[in-house]
């Protein structure tokens, strides 16, 4: 009995022996240590759906900066600690305006952040220019998030109000001017938006397509009625002198012309007349007449 013994004793401190190497990692692995920093999560809301680039200021143990995804979610790795969450975002405010959470080895969220917007439109404004120079009477269009017209007072500002979050295009128009850009497109995000200045250049009157030629027979000094004229070259026509012998050619492109007066035993000086159309009307093209020789001279007034 007493061999038994003795090996059932030594067998025990052998066993023992073998767990105590086991839990002290001689073997089969060792004891895992805490992670040294959490996740502090949470979301920013509005009308029950998550509302994007929010700023969310961390301040406490830890600091930093966060911002929202499309989803309204925020997230940052920090130790164990007392850590306050502020939201911003231009034109909201927040409920809470902030909160205070507490991590101790383990992830902590926030409860939602709930958005209200400041205001439901807003203002976009702007200017136009003539060489640096305010430019007032320049008519504004805006179409899009909002629509309406302006005109630019004598500062050369504009401005639009009740414009909702969304894309505007503004147009400018003023007879003679063109504008640089033509239109722009303004982003308005939750605030009053503010358009780049639009800068007018001057545009020279359009040069007529056609023209007028004019002028006058005369007799002795008075005008002679019943004068046929003609115009022949790059256009061709005639017409007869009115009471105070005056005639006018108009729709008259450029061009070479030759105009003849022509009333029967009547000579004219000149003759006739040569000369060239060049994007300009052509006046005081006269004749004086001359009686045939011998023969009565009638008037007509």
């Given at each position: 009995m007493g061999f038994e013994w003795k090996r059932y004793a030594a067998g025990a401190v052998l066993l023992g022996f073998a767990l105590f190497a086991s839990g002290c990692g001689g073997g089969g692995g060792g004891v895992?240590?805490?992670?040294?920093?959490?996740?502090?999560?949470?979301?920013?809301?509005?009308n029950g759906?998550?509302?994007?680039?929010?700023?969310?200021?961390?301040?406490g143990a830890g600091s930093g900066t966060l911002t929202t995804t499309a989803a309204g979610v925020f997230s940052t790795s920090q130790p164990n600690g007392s850590?306050?969450?502020?939201?911003s975002l231009p034109g909201y405010t927040f409920f809470p305006a902030s909160q205070t959470m507490a991590i101790?080895?383990?992830?902590?969220?926030?409860?939602?952040?709930?958005?209200?917007?400041?205001?439901?439109?807003?203002?976009?404004?702007?200017?136009?220019?003539?060489?640096?120079?305010?430019?007032?009477?320049?008519?504004?269009?805006?179409?899009?998030?909002g629509t309406g017209s302006a005109i630019t007072d004598t500062s050369g500002n504009y401005s639009f109000s009740g414009v909702h979050s969304g894309d505007c295009t503004i147009t400018p128009t003023l007879a003679g001017f063109s504008f640089n850009p033509l239109s722009?497109?303004?982003t308005v995000v939750n605030g009053n938006a503010s358009a780049p200045d639009f800068a007018a250049t001057s545009i020279p009157p359009a040069t007529p397509s056609t023209f007028t030629l004019s002028g006058a027979i005369t007799l002795n000094g008075a005008g002679l009625s019943g004068v046929t004229v003609s115009i022949t070259g790059a256009g061709v026509g005639s017409i007869a002198t009115g009471a105070n012998g005056a005639y006018s050619f108009v729709g008259v492109r450029n061009g070479n012309y030759v105009i003849t007066p022509s009333i029967p035993g009547y000579s004219f000086t000149p003759s006739s007349a040569t000369f060239s159309v060049h994007d300009a009307n052509i006046p005081g093209l006269n004749f004086s007449a001359a009686p045939p020789s011998g023969g009565s001279i009638v008037v007509s007034f």
């Amino acid at each position: 009995m007493g061999f038994e013994w003795k090996r059932y004793a030594a067998g025990a401190v052998l066993l023992g022996f073998a767990l105590f190497a086991s839990g002290c990692g001689g073997g089969g692995g060792g004891v895992s240590q805490a992670p040294s920093s959490f996740t502090l999560s949470g979301r920013t809301m509005f009308n029950g759906a998550g509302l994007a680039a929010v700023t969310v200021m961390v301040s406490g143990a830890g600091s930093g900066t966060l911002t929202t995804t499309a989803a309204g979610v925020f997230s940052t790795s920090q130790p164990n600690g007392s850590y306050t969450l502020t939201p911003s975002l231009p034109g909201y405010t927040f409920f809470p305006a902030s909160q205070t959470m507490a991590i101790a080895n383990g992830n902590a969220s926030v409860p939602d952040f709930t958005a209200t917007p400041v205001a439901s439109s807003f203002t976009v404004s702007g200017k136009a220019t003539l060489n640096g120079i305010n430019l007032p009477g320049v008519a504004v269009a805006l179409t899009g998030a909002g629509t309406g017209s302006a005109i630019t007072d004598t500062s050369g500002n504009y401005s639009f109000s009740g414009v909702h979050s969304g894309d505007c295009t503004i147009t400018p128009t003023l007879a003679g001017f063109s504008f640089n850009p033509l239109s722009q497109v303004v982003t308005v995000v939750n605030g009053n938006a503010s358009a780049p200045d639009f800068a007018a250049t001057s545009i020279p009157p359009a040069t007529p397509s056609t023209f007028t030629l004019s002028g006058a027979i005369t007799l002795n000094g008075a005008g002679l009625s019943g004068v046929t004229v003609s115009i022949t070259g790059a256009g061709v026509g005639s017409i007869a002198t009115g009471a105070n012998g005056a005639y006018s050619f108009v729709g008259v492109r450029n061009g070479n012309y030759v105009i003849t007066p022509s009333i029967p035993g009547y000579s004219f000086t000149p003759s006739s007349a040569t000369f060239s159309v060049h994007d300009a009307n052509i006046p005081g093209l006269n004749f004086s007449a001359a009686p045939p020789s011998g023969g009565s001279i009638v008037v007509s007034f």
